[in-house]
Every structure is written in C-alpha cells, then in structure tokens.
C-alpha cells in the first residue's frame, strides 16, 4: 500500500502559478503510475493529468495543455504539478492518485483506475 500526501495548495489570483506536491511513502514509488485529479464545487471529480511510472509518458486534459505540466522525481518519491497561468476555472480541491495497474492511452483519466489517494489540497484562484 502507498499513502499519498499532497501540498502546495492555497489562494492566489487569476494569473499566478503555484506547484502542487504529492509526497509518497510505503512502497516503491517508482512501481506506480501517478495522476492529478480536481474537484471544483458542486462538480464531479476531474482528470488533470498523468505520468507514467518512469516519467518519460505524460497525459493532459485537453483544456490544460500548455499551463499545467506534470513531472516526478523517483529518486524522492514526489510527483508534482507545476500550474501556470490559473484563472477562477481551475479552483478546486486536487487529489494525487497512484496505480500499479497498466496505463494506457485509453484508460489514463478514468478515476477507478487508481487505487491509492491523497486528502487533497485546496486551490482558490480569485479574479
């Protein structure tokens, strides 16, 4: 089992960058797929993006490519999401996730394919 930490989460204006965390533990990080998925108010959970196990794969939602971008580092067990350019759309809670199970092109952004999650981290950006 692996437990997943996010953090670098908070409130900032329409414009600004932050860089999300997800720090984990437990088992060997580099055996997991991990992915970033959102929450905004009153809406479902929403795929953000993905990387595969050694980073050299990366998967987006089409209306984020070219803002966020996604990268991990094995050696300290931390995925990141690095945000740029954030307006209103993108307040939400963003959870980490992480499976062992295969990847693919077709499967990459549906939820039920990750079996571990953080708590979150809240992101308000303001207007």
């Known amino acids: 089992q692996v437990q997943l930490v996010e953090s670098g989460g908070g409130l900032v204006q329409a414009g600004d960058s932050l860089r999300l965390s997800c720090a984990a533990s437990?088992?060997?990080?580099?055996?997991?797929?991990m992915a970033w998925f959102r929450q905004a108010p009153g809406k479902e959970r929403g795929f953000v993006s993905a990387i595969s196990q050694s980073g050299r794969t990366t998967y987006y939602a089409d209306s984020l490519k070219g803002r966020f971008t996604i990268s991990r580092d094995n050696a300290n067990n931390t995925a990141y999401l690095q945000m740029n350019s954030l307006n209103p759309d993108d307040t939400g809670v963003y959870y980490c996730a992480a499976t062992r199970d295969y990847v693919s092109s077709t499967n990459y952004n549906t939820p039920s394919l990750y079996d571990y999650w953080g708590q979150g981290t809240p992101v308000t950006v303001s207007s």
């Open positions: 437990g088992r060997t990080f580099s055996n997991y797929h």
